[in-house]
């Protein structure tokens, strides 16, 4: 009973020691996506630094802010990108694999439900910052009510969830385990906006707003990403084991 454990643990690290063997030119490409996603993460930052100037560039600024949006779409590309996949939504559909269905369905609601929960935060956005975002280094109000009332980033954390929604239907295995970093940087943009745009145009306001309203999870969104952790862990532990040379 005793020696049982060590074995399984040497064979779950000997079997992705393998995959990662297997599949280093895929890892390679999502890390050069990673890098390119977090250059244009980067734009984003320096958008807002520079919106604090007194008139800000608006024409500099457009272009950077509409370059950093190329780090969703980055990242919504990675998933389908070559890779080892654990069960999910084709694997279930074609050999009716029961994990495969459930992690795959699961995954394919979140994103549908998140993805559309951020459209509609763009949408209320466009109360302070206009059509277009046209203003969103000048936004003419602090939005306080709706998704905002419950977490300062609606919009944030609706992307972030259907991203993960995505690597779950998809079974995408290196963009999933990556995905952590996509928060950090989407997390990493949202700071910059409170520092340089939100808290020195509403001042006391904003403080007070942030001081009483969570920046992006509540108990009920942390177990969504609780039960997409759970999944990703049931789907890579189902991945048929490798073998192994020598």
Known sequence: MHEQ??????????????????????WHIQVIALLI???????????????????????????????SLLTSVIWYVMPFLPQPRFPSLPEGIQQTSAIGLAVGLIGLAMALFYGVQALRTVRSNQTATGAGMHDFLTPSTLLTDGPYGRVRHPMF???????????????????????????????????????????????????????????????RTAAVLALGALLFVIGALAVPPLPLSG
């Open 5 to 26: 454990a060590p074995r399984l643990t040497t064979s779950l690290l000997e079997n992705y020691a393998a995959i990662a063997a297997a599949h280093g030119d895929d």
């Open 37 to 67: 996603s977090l250059g244009c993460a980067v734009a984003g930052y320096a958008t807002f630094w520079l919106g604090r100037r007194e008139p800000p560039p608006r024409r500099l600024c457009g272009v950077l802010y509409w370059i």
């Open 157 to 219: 954390l609706g992307d972030f969830l259907a991203h993960l929604g995505v690597c779950l239907a998809t079974g995408a295995l290196f963009t999933t385990l990556l995905l952590p970093l996509y928060f950090a940087i989407s997390a990493g943009f949202n700071l910059a906006e409170e520092r340089w745009v939100l808290r020195p145009r509403f001042g006391q306001t904003f403080q007070d707003y942030r001081a009483a309203v969570p920046f992006a999870v509540t108990p």
